[in-house]
């Protein structure tokens, strides 16, 4: 792994309009000024509760949600994009570069296409395979990287259960050989004795295939097994950004502290213990003055409700956006 | 008497394909206050098992012939479920002694017609109530389970809330009926993790107040171990564990309760691998002979597993065991 960053975005923001007439239309920022860094190589964790942004954010590093604001690069050394002014070319190539796997497996897959049908139609529609002998072969490949047998490529997905779905959109993301792959809560739909399995296969194909990944979830504990660095959303800011043990070990924002203590515990006897977040995450068309965690945050002043805190580290790569962290951390 | 007493419980469905065991041998009891919690992967059959007490299942459900199951009315008498077969008879226990709520909040509101006009719908059949009483009993279940503003919100569809809002409202619903039992079928499950807090807390309360006796299905054993008093382990249609929640999840003896445990990813240990549980769930179609859980044990005995089906034995007074692997009295 190196620090070159392949994703940096800069002041990033996403925006939609929204309303029920167009006399009434409201501009709905999903991602307001993002700032960061995905390195090459890495396993990048974006976290946050529905409505943070998370989707969003992946949708925009992939161009399939127009850029509103800010810039954001892809430079993997060889070929360099703006992905906020992309020319038709230019996305087209890219769209091999950048790939997705979706959420919900049973969802993803088309109920008509077979196995080895659904892997080979990236292939064929890229045009990166000129016979049907190398798409054959190219298939065959992957799909084996995917621990799925060659029985399998002829069968429809009814015939699987999730996991092996799971795998196969896998295949399909990985099959047009891409450098940056965004996982779209893709262990959320799974059990867990399968959600193991699926993680260590992501880990070992990042590993043998050189991948950068942007996984986003919402679990916080998936997310502390599988990623290098960890960026926490909330209404589309990143509020806290460090490496997985720093969070872990020391997170600094409320909010993220209010995250892990909502993971229910192993432990029986640990009932009672935690300290619960009130309400919900306030509507995106109608945000709060200041800190846009005021509302929830038990430790907020009035300086909270006035000015919104910036992105701030002390010099490690541990960023958080908190008017109050340091003196929390004291406490703490 | 218990208030729930369920032995020998069969169930197949008849499909094209053939017989499909859904729930093979199922016995067990729930006393009133008590929750249980029911664990196991998709395709365990935790959920039909739920349906089954109240006859929920599919036109096509076969029930076995020795099947019981004795359940304690509001007034004290006792009926048993499976003697009941008119819908009408059936209104006793769907919605009158025993009350759901389900996994995806979206999908259980009908989706054109207010909240409230719902709730009191179902309390005009099941309790002896005037309009007006039903909807000034419905308004106040919606600001006891923590919805401001109730009298509004009563008069609101469903797309109008959020997630958990309307998982709020689902618990307001199935409790104003005053229920002896209630199942709920993974109501957290589609909920962030802070919502699902709040959730599992105003469930705790309500227990509490109410008294009734509660099945939670899900696959978390962090909810399980947070909510539940007892634990009951299925796979595959069998009740493979069940026991205290302290003793199943910190001594559990099957293999298969020690690999659910062993593939959460747990947040002390960060350099933890994660270990799957090897294969997926065979199809219903094809049970495996004796154990059914033998083609995926690692600790399988070879013949005498994939022939005999195992007896329980009992660890303790409570928490028992159907595994070839534990002896009886093990823990004593």
């Given at each position: 792994m190196t620090n070159r960053p392949l994703i940096s975005a800069r002041n990033l923001s996403v925006s939609f309009s929204v309303g029920d007439s167009i006399f009434k239309r409201q501009s709905l920022k999903a991602v307001d000024g993002v700032t960061l860094d995905i390195p090459k190589g890495s396993f990048f964790g974006v976290v946050g509760e529905s409505g943070s942004g998370k989707t969003t954010l992946g949708r925009a590093f992939l161009n399939a949600v127009p850029i509103a604001g800010g810039s954001a690069t892809y430079d993997d050394g060889t070929v360099e994009?703006?992905?906020?002014?992309?020319?038709?070319?230019?996305?087209?190539?890219?769209?091999?570069?950048?790939?997705?796997?979706?959420?919900?497996?049973?969802?993803?897959?088309?109920?008509?296409?077979?196995?080895?049908?659904?892997?080979?139609?990236?292939?064929?529609?890229?045009?990166?395979?000129?016979?049907?002998?190398?798409?054959?072969?190219?298939?065959?490949?992957?799909?084996?990287?995917?621990?799925?047998?060659?029985?399998?490529?002829?069968?429809?997905?009814?015939?699987?259960?999730?996991?092996?779905?799971?795998?196969?959109?896998?295949?399909?993301?990985?099959?047009?050989?891409?450098?940056?792959?965004?996982?779209?809560?893709?262990?959320?739909?799974?059990?867990?004795?399968?959600?193991?399995?699926?993680?260590?296969?992501?880990?070992?194909?990042?590993?043998?295939?050189?991948?950068?990944?942007?996984?986003?979830?919402?679990?916080?504990?998936?997310?502390?097994?599988?990623?290098?660095?960890?960026?926490?959303?909330?209404?589309?800011?990143?509020?806290?950004?460090?490496?997985?043990?720093?969070?872990?070990?020391?997170?600094?924002?409320?909010?993220?502290?209010?995250?892990?203590s909502a993971i229910p515990s192993l432990d029986p006897d640990d009932r009672g213990t935690v300290q619960k977040l009130q309400g919900e995450i306030p509507s995106p068309t109608n945000q709060p003055s200041g800190c846009k965690f005021h509302t929830r945050c038990p430790h907020a002043d009035d300086l909270c409700r006035r000015e919104e805190p910036a992105l701030e580290s002390d010099g490690s790569a541990h960023q958080v956006m908190c008017h109050h962290w340091k003196a929390l951390m004291a406490e703490a | 008497m218990s208030l729930l007493d369920v032995q020998n419980l069969t169930l197949e469905f008849k499909t094209d394909e053939g017989l499909v065991t859904a729930v093979d041998d199922v016995s067990f009891t729930l006393e009133k206050g008590e929750v249980m919690g029911l664990v196991g992967e998709s395709g365990s059959g935790k959920s039909v098992t739920a349906k089954a007490l109240m006859k929920l299942n599919a036109q096509n459900a076969a029930y076995g012939p020795d099947s019981r199951i004795d359940l304690q009315l509001g007034d004290g008498s006792t009926v048993d479920v499976m003697s009941l077969n008119r819908p009408k008879d059936l209104q006793v226990v769907r919605g009158g002694a025993v009350s759901m709520i389900f996994q995806e909040p979206m999908a259980s509101f009908a989706p054109a017609l207010p909240i409230g006009k719902q709730m009191v719908e179902q309390l005009l059949i099941h309790a002896d109530l005037s309009k007006a009483a039903a909807k000034a009993l419905s308004i106040e279940m919606l600001d006891r389970v923590g919805i401001s503003d109730a009298a509004t919100r009563f008069n609101q569809y469903a797309f109008e809330m959020s997630g958990g809002m309307r998982q709020r409202a689902m618990i307001a619903m199935a409790l104003s009926t005053k229920p002896q039992l209630l199942i709920a079928d993974e109501p957290t499950t589609a909920l962030d993790v802070t919502i699902q807090a709040q959730v599992i807390d105003?469930?705790?309360?309500?227990?509490?107040?109410?008294?009734?006796?509660?099945?939670?299905?899900?696959?978390?054993?962090?909810?399980?171990?947070?909510?539940?008093?007892?634990?009951?382990?299925?796979?595959?249609?069998?009740?493979?564990?069940?026991?205290?929640?302290?003793?199943?999840?910190?001594?559990?003896q099957h293999p298969y309760t020690r690999g659910l445990i062993d593939a959460l990813p747990k947040l002390d240990d960060l350099d933890a691998p994660l270990v799957p549980v090897p294969g997926d769930i065979p199809s219903p179609l094809e049970r495996p002979s004796g154990c059914v859980f033998h083609t995926r044990c690692s600790q399988s005995l070879g013949q005498m597993c994939q022939t005999s089906v195992p007896e329980w034995s009992h660890r303790n007074a409570d928490h028992k065991c159907a595994c070839h692997l534990v002896l009886d009295g093990a823990g004593q």
């Amino acid at each position: 792994m190196t620090n070159r960053p392949l994703i940096s975005a800069r002041n990033l923001s996403v925006s939609f309009s929204v309303g029920d007439s167009i006399f009434k239309r409201q501009s709905l920022k999903a991602v307001d000024g993002v700032t960061l860094d995905i390195p090459k190589g890495s396993f990048f964790g974006v976290v946050g509760e529905s409505g943070s942004g998370k989707t969003t954010l992946g949708r925009a590093f992939l161009n399939a949600v127009p850029i509103a604001g800010g810039s954001a690069t892809y430079d993997d050394g060889t070929v360099e994009y703006a992905l906020d002014k992309m020319s038709a070319s230019d996305l087209k190539s890219y769209r091999r570069l950048a790939q997705l796997i979706f959420q919900d497996p049973y969802a993803a897959l088309s109920p008509r296409m077979t196995v080895r049908d659904i892997i080979a139609e990236p292939l064929e529609v890229m045009g990166i395979t000129k016979t049907r002998e190398e798409t054959d072969q190219r298939v065959r490949e992957i799909a084996a990287r995917c621990r799925l047998n060659l029985e399998h490529l002829r069968r429809f997905p009814h015939a699987f259960s999730g996991g092996q779905r799971q795998r196969i959109s896998i295949a399909r993301a990985l099959a047009c050989g891409p450098q940056f792959v965004v996982a779209d809560e893709s262990v959320a739909a799974l059990d867990v004795s399968i959600q193991a399995d699926i993680l260590n296969l992501l880990k070992s194909l990042q590993r043998d295939l050189g991948l950068t990944f942007m996984f986003i979830s919402h679990d916080l504990s998936v997310v502390a097994h599988t990623c290098d660095h960890v960026a926490v959303m909330y209404l589309g800011r990143i509020v806290e950004s460090a490496p997985t043990r720093d969070l872990f070990q020391a997170p600094r924002h409320p909010y993220t502290r209010a995250l892990f203590s909502a993971i229910p515990s192993l432990d029986p006897d640990d009932r009672g213990t935690v300290q619960k977040l009130q309400g919900e995450i306030p509507s995106p068309t109608n945000q709060p003055s200041g800190c846009k965690f005021h509302t929830r945050c038990p430790h907020a002043d009035d300086l909270c409700r006035r000015e919104e805190p910036a992105l701030e580290s002390d010099g490690s790569a541990h960023q958080v956006m908190c008017h109050h962290w340091k003196a929390l951390m004291a406490e703490a | 008497m218990s208030l729930l007493d369920v032995q020998n419980l069969t169930l197949e469905f008849k499909t094209d394909e053939g017989l499909v065991t859904a729930v093979d041998d199922v016995s067990f009891t729930l006393e009133k206050g008590e929750v249980m919690g029911l664990v196991g992967e998709s395709g365990s059959g935790k959920s039909v098992t739920a349906k089954a007490l109240m006859k929920l299942n599919a036109q096509n459900a076969a029930y076995g012939p020795d099947s019981r199951i004795d359940l304690q009315l509001g007034d004290g008498s006792t009926v048993d479920v499976m003697s009941l077969n008119r819908p009408k008879d059936l209104q006793v226990v769907r919605g009158g002694a025993v009350s759901m709520i389900f996994q995806e909040p979206m999908a259980s509101f009908a989706p054109a017609l207010p909240i409230g006009k719902q709730m009191v719908e179902q309390l005009l059949i099941h309790a002896d109530l005037s309009k007006a009483a039903a909807k000034a009993l419905s308004i106040e279940m919606l600001d006891r389970v923590g919805i401001s503003d109730a009298a509004t919100r009563f008069n609101q569809y469903a797309f109008e809330m959020s997630g958990g809002m309307r998982q709020r409202a689902m618990i307001a619903m199935a409790l104003s009926t005053k229920p002896q039992l209630l199942i709920a079928d993974e109501p957290t499950t589609a909920l962030d993790v802070t919502i699902q807090a709040q959730v599992i807390d105003l469930m705790k309360e309500l227990v509490t107040e109410f008294g009734m006796g509660i099945i939670f299905i899900t696959h978390d054993l962090g909810v399980v171990a947070q909510t539940a008093d007892k634990v009951a382990v299925m796979y595959l249609g069998r009740m493979v564990e069940q026991g205290p929640v302290r003793d199943v999840i910190r001594n559990p003896q099957h293999p298969y309760t020690r690999g659910l445990i062993d593939a959460l990813p747990k947040l002390d240990d960060l350099d933890a691998p994660l270990v799957p549980v090897p294969g997926d769930i065979p199809s219903p179609l094809e049970r495996p002979s004796g154990c059914v859980f033998h083609t995926r044990c690692s600790q399988s005995l070879g013949q005498m597993c994939q022939t005999s089906v195992p007896e329980w034995s009992h660890r303790n007074a409570d928490h028992k065991c159907a595994c070839h692997l534990v002896l009886d009295g093990a823990g004593q």
